[in-house]
């Protein structure tokens, strides 16, 4: 029976095929190719929804779909399948639902502008779509690797779609090289994976998560490489991290995101809420139950999630430019979902990794509707005063930063204090190090609630503050119906889930536990949460989520409500300038991207050098010794071919001589 | 009966015979002759042990042996016939062309 299972493939392929058309003739269609894109992208949409109601009445989908490498006598065998799960199938329609209203957006933000090479950007957002999606069904690591990967490949062309400008190759650069940098431990780990289970699968009896705790069950034996079992996992386990904290831009790699603002707004939108930053989270979430296993992962995923959330968030403060502030805001979000995810909510964090989807994707395309107004000056102090000129834009921007911001009842809200309070409850039951994590997630709050409305004041309220901010350039409703479908999401998404309030009335409303919690087998919330007491001693305290969602609440309006003050005047001055030496610090970010290129100057190029000395010197000295002794040999040995018979008869007869005299040495005739 | 080792001495003699031709003369109807002289060294002894087990497995190849120094023959005159005619001579140690 042809179930709607059988065109989930079509959800991957539809976008892939925008792509070659785009390529292939999208100089001769009308817009570059964009209809083209927006078709496919819906169709994927329609698809996903279809998807999410067939999962929604209990079904799930684990096929293999094609064996490319069979392994013979017990080798792995590589192969390409599909997963559907709860998980996948919420993430497949988000994906396909933000990159549909990228697509329509680009047509005002690309096309209105009169942009060149188009077709080479709608190809580009076809095919990250594309990989996007691959990536979110994939069935098994390798499978997640590779389209995690393309992804990879997809924003070095979107960022650096610019490339006749200095800025935005270089910016492609730097994203494709340092999240290349974490790839290389991912790829590691993938190996890891293979060589100690000899098999990927996320999901079923013979995957790896379930194999993994079978082995510390002591009921199955994998090759640990002679550690304990669970200080291997915990190893594989941070190498397969290190891809995420490359893609999801945590820190020490976070550096490559701001600059990757350097690519056109609605590709940064795709890139931040839907494609390949929130591709690191989905992968720890997909194989969540490996993670579980290990707690010492688990705490340093919290720490890492915390410790960038803060850290992203004070940068944010000082930015002079609109989407310099949202790309902080993103890092810094994302390391709520990290925190989350070590802190063992994995509902929290994949209830984070939606409700960002949408606010983010709004805050972006926001953004971008104030450059086209700007005529692509992003520089907040030159704008202001824009809440008359553009009110859709200004309350669909709001609606976005108040879910950012945290503020009730906007989506964000509901999310982060979720992550928020499950790090707490378990920090509170016997985890401590969770609390250190907990308190920096708590303390970045402040810090969000200030910077998002120190970027809403500056941008849109007060009196304008140049010429171009008093006469905006008006945008079209291919502008303004994506703002406003994402802005109502960012309003309303939250309420699939608010757990305070469940706790209040008791009422069974927390429909995003109840999503998470069926579904295949060993992939379910409720199993993850047994895995977490059972392996990784994390137990719930109890508290209820009542105060610790007013303190973040109280935190929130507490940097929200400075911004106002600071910031709300007509002519608003640069506040940040008091902080004096601080805010040279975290202008130029900590001085991370100095002392980077410090590291790679002062220690990779001397072990470069070093390594480019003994391949030239060594490797190649031996290959070319080889070759020139055999080359002067050849020289010399050549000389008895002199074309003198005699010579040759000579040299027989000798050889001849030399042969019976060696058979009868050794044959012992004498 | 006459005892093979005659017959091996004989065989070698003519063997070192047709050696010592071609290690010494330039001229190459002489080294043709030489050759023959070996093969024919090689002759006696097939034939001799043939004689000697009573098996005429050896004449045989004896018989073979002659029709190849024949063609052999046919070919290394041809070979001599061209080297006259290219190089007006045929003295071995002058025709050098063909080396390194």
């Known amino acids: 029976m042809a179930g709607i299972f059988d065109f989930v493939p079509a959800i991957v392929l539809l976008p892939f095929v925008s792509f070659l058309v785009a390529l292939a003739v999208g100089n001769r269609l009308p817009k570059g190719g964009a209809f083209a894109g927006i078709v496919a992208t819906a169709g994927s949409f329609l698809l996903s929804v279809a998807t999410f109601f067939t999962v929604s009445g209990g079904q799930t989908y684990n096929q293999t779909i094609y064996t490319w490498a069979n392994g013979l006598d017990g080798a792995v065998t590589l192969t390409f399948g599909l997963l559907i799960d709860p998980l996948s199938a919420m993430m497949l329609v988000i994906v396909t639902l933000i990159a549909t209203l990228v697509h329509v957006f680009s047509l005002g933000y690309m096309n209105d502008e009169g942009e060149t090479g188009l077709p080479r950007y709608y190809a580009g957002l076809g095919l990250f779509t594309a990989s996007m999606l691959g990536f979110v069904v994939a069935d098994n690591l390798l499978m997640a690797f590779m389209f995690f990967e393309l992804v990879g490949l997809c924003s070095y062309l979107l960022i650096g779609f610019w490339f006749r400008e200095p800025g935005p190759p270089s910016a492609a650069k730097k994203a494709f090289l340092v999240t290349r940098f974490g790839d290389y431990f991912f790829l590691v780990g993938v190996v890891a994976v293979f060589a100690t289970f000899g098999t990927a699968a996320f999901a079923g009896s013979e995957s790896f998560p379930h194999l993994a705790e079978q082995a510390l069950h002591g009921e199955h034996s994998v090759n640990t490489f002679g550690f304990e079992p669970r200080t291997w996992f915990t190893i594989v386990g941070l190498l397969v991290l290190g891809g995420v904290v490359g893609k999801s831009a945590q820190f020490p790699l976070h550096t490559w995101l701001p600059d990757a603002m350097e690519g056109p707004t609605p590709v940064s939108a795709l890139i931040h809420a839907a494609t390949m930053v929130a591709a690191g989270v989905y992968l720890v979430a997909r194989m969540y139950g490996f993670y579980a296993l290990s707690p010492t992962s688990l705490s340093i995923i919290a720490l890492i999630g915390g410790f960038t959330a803060l850290f992203a968030a004070t940068m944010g403060v000082v930015k002079r430019e609109i989407k310099q502030v949202l790309a902080y805001s993103t890092i810094s979000q994302y390391g709520y979902m990290m925190l989350g995810l070590g802190g063992g909510g994995y509902i929290a964090a994949t209830f984070h990794l939606m409700t960002h989807a949408f606010f983010k994707a709004l805050l972006f395309l926001g953004a971008g509707s104030v450059i086209i107004a700007m005529h692509h000056n992003e520089n907040m102090w030159e704008m202001g005063g824009l809440k008359d000129k553009m009110p859709v834009t200004y309350y669909t921007f709001l609606s976005g930063s108040l879910a950012l911001a945290g503020i009730v009842p906007f989506a964000g809200f509901w999310s982060k204090d979720e992550v928020l309070y499950e790090t707490l409850v378990h ?57 406003v479908v994402l802005g109502i999401l960012a309003a309303t998404a939250g309420l699939v889930n608010m757990t305070p309030v469940a706790e209040l009335t008791g009422l069974e409303i927390e429909f995003l536990h109840q999503w998470l919690g069926h579904g295949i087998e060993g992939l379910t919330s409720h199993h993850y949460v047994e895995l977490l007491e059972s392996q990784a001693g994390y137990h719930a305290a109890e508290i209820g989520p009542i105060v610790p969602g007013l303190v973040s609440l109280a935190l929130a309006l507490a940097g929200a409500g400075l911004a106002y003050f600071l910031y709300n005047d007509a002519e608003p001055t640069e506040h940040t300038d008091k902080l004096g030496g601080a805010k040279t610090v975290l202008y130029n970010n900590y001085y991370q991207d100095e002392y980077q290129v410090w590291l790679a100057n002062s220690l990779v190029q001397p072990f470069s050098r070093g390594a480019d000395k003994f391949d030239q010197g060594v490797v190649d000295g031996v290959v070319n010794g080889v070759s020139s002794v055999s080359l002067l040999s050849g020289n010399r040995v050549r000389r008895i071919q002199s074309g003198v018979v005699s010579n040759y008869a000579v040299l027989l007869t000798l050889g001849l001589t030399a042969l019976i005299l060696g058979f009868g040495l050794l044959g012992g005739w004498f | 009966m006459v005892p093979p080792q005659y017959y091996l001495l004989l065989s070698a003699a003519v063997f070192c015979i047709g050696l010592f031709g071609i290690l010494t003369r330039r001229n190459a109807l002489l080294f043709l002759m030489s050759v023959e002289l070996m093969l024919n060294a090689a002759n006696i002894n097939l034939v001799a042990f043939s004689y000697v087990w009573g098996n005429v497995t050896g004449q045989t190849f004896g018989l073979f042996t002659m029709a190849i120094a024949a063609a052999e023959v046919a070919v290394g005159l041809g070979i001599i016939l061209v080297l006259y005619r290219d190089f007006g001579d045929v003295d071995v140690t002058k025709v050098t062309t063909m080396r390194w």
């Open chain 1, 427 to 483: 920090g509170l039951g016997g985890s401590p190090i969770l609390l250190v994590a907990y308190a920096m997630g708590l303390l970045a709050v402040f810090f969000t609630g200030f910077y998002t409305f120190r970027m809403v004041l500056l941008t849109f309220h007060g009196e304008p503050r140049s010429q171009t901010a008093r006469d905006p350039h008006g945008v079209h409703w291919n502008v303004k119906g994506p703002l």
